[in-house]
């Protein structure tokens, strides 16, 4: 893909691990029911969570031209 100069591209990389020591209570009660240890969700489990988090909020964002979520 190649940006025009009005456009920008973000990668993120999230640390598992301080997402999970810190994860809030909204969040932990929209997902927790897709994790097997509701607890201690895996890596893989955490990943699906925040793809479907951030799918959800740039889908409504019209100020996003266009997204892609890869892991």
Avoid: C, H
Avoid at 10 to 29: G, S
Avoid at 36 to 64: W, Y
């Amino acid at each position: 893909m190649e940006l025009g100069e009005n456009n920008m591209q973000i990668t993120v990389t999230f640390d598992f691990d301080l997402i999970r020591a810190e994860m809030n209570t909204e969040f932990k009660t929209k997902y927790k029911s897709d994790w097997v240890d509701q607890n201690n969700p895996t890596d893989a489990e955490i990943t699906k969570s925040i793809k479907d988090e951030t799918l959800e909020g740039l889908g409504s964002d019209k100020r996003v031209s266009t997204f892609e979520v890869t892991t």
